[in-house]
C-alpha cells in the first residue's frame, strides 16, 4: 500500500512540476515590456548573425562570435557581451530564444550575473526550470510599473550574487520571488498573493 502512496504523491509532484514548467514557459512568451526594448531591426541583425551557430549553444559561445555587436534602446547603447553570460552554464535553443533574452536589457543583465555567479561554483546546480523561474521572477520586477525597471531587476540580482558566493549555491526560486516581493513592498507597491512575485 506504501508503494501505492507514494507513487501517487510522486505523480501529482510531477503533475506540479509540469504546470509550474507551463506556466512558467506562457508567462516568458507573453513578454510584456515595461522597460524600453531593444530595436526591433537589431534584435533581428542579430537573430541573422546568430544563424552560422550551432543550437543549442552556450552563452559563452554567443559572446565569442557576436559579443561586440551593438543592442541600442532609446536610453542607452548594450553589446551583447553585456546581455549574455560568457558561461558554458546556459544554453540556448535557438537564435530567437537569443533575440527574446537581450529584448528585455535590466532582465539580461541582471540572468547574465546570476548565470555566471552560479557558473563560478564547483557543483552548480540550476536547472532549467528554476533558471526560468528566475528570469520570470525578474520580469515581474521589470513590469512593475511604479518602480524603477532597472533598480530594482538590479537590487534583487546584488541580493542573488550575495547568496550563492556567501552560501556557495544558488538560492530557491521561492526564495528569489520572496526577495523581489520584498523589495517591491519596501517601495510601496503591494504584491497580492495571487501574483507571480506572490510566493
Request: some cysteine; hydrophobic content about 40%.
Amino acid at each position: 500500500m506504501a508503494d501505492d502512496e507514494n507513487g501517487r504523491e510522486r505523480q501529482a509532484a510531477d503533475d506540479d512540476r509540469r504546470r509550474r514548467e507551463r506556466d512558467v514557459e506562457a508567462e516568458l512568451e507573453r513578454g510584456d515590456e515595461a522597460e524600453p526594448p531593444i530595436d526591433d531591426a537589431a534584435a533581428e541583425a542579430l537573430e541573422g548573425a546568430l544563424e552560422p551557430l550551432t543550437f543549442p549553444a552556450t552563452g559563452r559561445e554567443i559572446v565569442a562570435a557576436v559579443g561586440k555587436r551593438e543592442l541600442e534602446t532609446d536610453s542607452r547603447v548594450y553589446t551583447v557581451a553585456d546581455l549574455v553570460p560568457d558561461a558554458d552554464l546556459e544554453a540556448f535553443d535557438t537564435p530567437a530564444t537569443v533575440r527574446e533574452r537581450v529584448r528585455r536589457p535590466a532582465v539580461a543583465a541582471a540572468m547574465k550575473r546570476v548565470v555566471e555567479a552560479a557558473a563560478a561554483l564547483e557543483n552548480a546546480d540550476f536547472g532549467r526550470s528554476q533558471h526560468e523561474a528566475f528570469e520570470r521572477t525578474f520580469r515581474a520586477l521589470s513590469d512593475v510599473n511604479e518602480l524603477d525597471d532597472e533598480e530594482g531587476v538590479r537590487a534583487v540580482a546584488d541580493w542573488v550574487v550575495d547568496r550563492i558566493a556567501e552560501g556557495e549555491s544558488v538560492p530557491g526560486s521561492r526564495d528569489v520571488r520572496r526577495r523581489a516581493a520584498k523589495h517591491c513592498r519596501e517601495h510601496g507597491y503591494e504584491v497580492r498573493d495571487d501574483e507571480w512575485l506572490g510566493a
